[in-house]
């Protein structure tokens, strides 16, 4: 009996559970028809479409609805030329700061727990205007001297100045900069510091700080000229503004009969000087008939012998002799995302004074005009590595990397270093040897290393034809042909 | 007819024979009982320099780390964590680390073994009129647990051949020679 009992009580178990069976798909089916279809409508925005002037943040906002289950808002960006991941996540808010001056559009895309996609439509152009600009005063900071040797930097300094008064740029006055300076004991003029930042704006009310480094000044024949320059904004957020370096040779562009032969360093000065000041200009919006023809974002440009700013000829990007000769890239990166990144200076393994920091500034120089990178003022890097008491003999160790790249310092996403052991620019061929190393934050890993050596006669054959005569434009290029094989 | 072996001519195979095993060399040495697969991470130490040119050994061990790394079969530390590993562990003699040495460091930057390296010959080398860029390096690896070498090997690239006699030249640039080395030596540690 209790056996029957037993026995029919399962039998009726089981009936129930083959009824639940049946109707679970059912119910599934018909939460599937019931769940109202995914839609985004337009975004929206607290800046009203206006212009905002950086560093600002905008909030955006997405009005989606339907779909099942949570939903996943991937945010975009597009600015001149590329289309960046900015933010993945179960928000339909983005507290937008735009790292870069220039022309926007966003979307988001939203995605259910089913995998349905829908897509927003990119919103408005909203235009972003620079952290410093033309109207800004500006502070020009004595030259720092990065030749290894005595130089003219006075002059820089004058002829600097006085190009600037021609293009109808603010400058802050010596006098005040130089009670400036010693009121706040600054000897180093190679960086803008937070403190330094925030005295300029406080203090002289300069929008900007240039920093400017002589790379070399050799008068001997053939004269050698080399700059590196940069617009820092001044305040609570120090950012690169513009940055550009000139390397000129005297025998760079002979010409028929060499004709074109420059005798004398101060002529190669002088027009390195206009050479830079015309790509600030152009890199300003508000002096938009200093840009014209060119369009100073996205187009890679360089000064020629002339002392003019040019876009670079299509052959000499992506020249693969001035790619490294080894290269490891981790699958860690990923370049559609947007990454901060500081760039120590480089060990020194070579006899030439100052390389490391030469070639920390070509990286720069190239790193800064890329959409998906927010390279660090490297005034604030030598702030940190100050403060951390950081003292490196072979590059960051990865306690190092993670001090340096934590939020409470300078909450970067890589730390980029190397080693230089060759940067020959005095006499002869020019030669440049270097490795570059990259450690990302969140695993500290090296995410990238390559070993890069190029001398200026590589791959000329016929006549001297494609000679580079300075270690100047060869590191440039050699940083140039790492950086492309990096974000390949 | 029963074939007459000469005794003389036997003598002379003989002697060829065996001046010839001598010349034959192998300069790869791996560990039987050593689980390569097994392996992760490892930390690269400076190599030592016996060659005349300043920083040859630095050039060397950076490319070795970077092509090494570039293989993706291990994880190379960066030499600045490295350096703080040596730190940690006090001072290495120029001829390789001691076998506590090897623990300590391996267990203070968390490797499954270290590469230790010499640089032989960096640079030019000149026979009459002809020059040519001749490298010689050799590498050691050592286990962590017993600081054992585990695998050795060397290699010699460049020189002046028959050509760069005859044509001149100076040979292929130093830096080509060294990554030819380089790649010589992965092949004998994967191959």
Partial sequence: MICSTSSSGRAAGHRALLALALLLPSCALWSQQAAAPLECGSLTSDSDGRPATRPTSIRWSASCSGGSGDLVYEWKSLGDSAEIIEQVGPSPTWDWSPIRAGTFRVMVTVEDSTGARVGSDWSEPIVILPAAGAADLIAVLPAENLTGWIAPVDTVDELLRARFVDRGFRLVDDATLASFMERHRIRDTGGVTSRMARASKDELGAGAVLVTSLELFRDAAPPRVALFARLVSSGDQPEIAWMDSVGMSGDGHLGLLALGRIGAAGILLEKSIDCLTASLARSLPELVAERAPLDPRGEPVECDSQGEVVALPPGEVGKRRYRPQTAFRAPLIDSSRRYSVAIVPFANATDRKYAGTLIGLHFINQMVRNEHLTVVEPGLVREALLENRVIMRAGPSLENAEALSSDETLGVDLVLSGTVFDYQDSLGTPKVEFSVNIIERSTLKVVWASHSYNTGVDGVLFFGLGTVHTAHQLASRMARGTFEVMTR | ?191
């Avoid at chain 2, 036997?10 to 010349?23: F, K, P, Q, R």
């Avoid at chain 2, 002809?130 to 050795?152: C, D, P, R, Y």
């Avoid at chain 2, 051949?161 to 030819?180: A, F, Q, Y």
């Fill in chain 2, 1 to 191: 007819m029963k074939r007459q072996w000469n005794p003389y001519g036997m003598l002379v195979v003989s002697v060829i024979l065996v001046t010839l095993a001598g010349c034959a060399s192998d300069d790869v040495y791996f560990e039987p009982n050593m689980d390569f697969g097994s392996l992760q991470s490892v930390a690269v130490l400076p190599f030592e320099n016996l060659s005349s040119q300043d920083k040859a050994a630095e050039r060397v061990r950076d490319a070795f780390s970077s092509m090494l790394l570039a293989t993706g079969a291990l994880y190379v530390l960066p030499p600045g964590e490295v350096a703080r590993g040596i730190s940690t562990v006090g001072r290495i003699a120029k001829e390789g680390p001691s076998v506590e040495q090897v623990q300590k460091l391996a267990a203070a930057l968390n490797v499954d073994a270290i590469i230790t390296g010499v640089v032989m010959e960096y640079g030019p080398i000149r026979s009459g009129a002809t020059s040519a860029n001749v490298i010689s390096v050799s590498v050691k690896m050592l286990e962590k647990t017993n600081g054992l070498v585990v695998w050795s090997a060397s290699s010699t690239k460049g020189g002046i051949t028959v050509w760069d006699r005859l044509v001149g030249g100076g040979g292929e640039p130093m830096n080509d020679v060294m990554v030819e080395a380089i790649n010589d030596l992965l092949d004998k540690l994967f191959g």
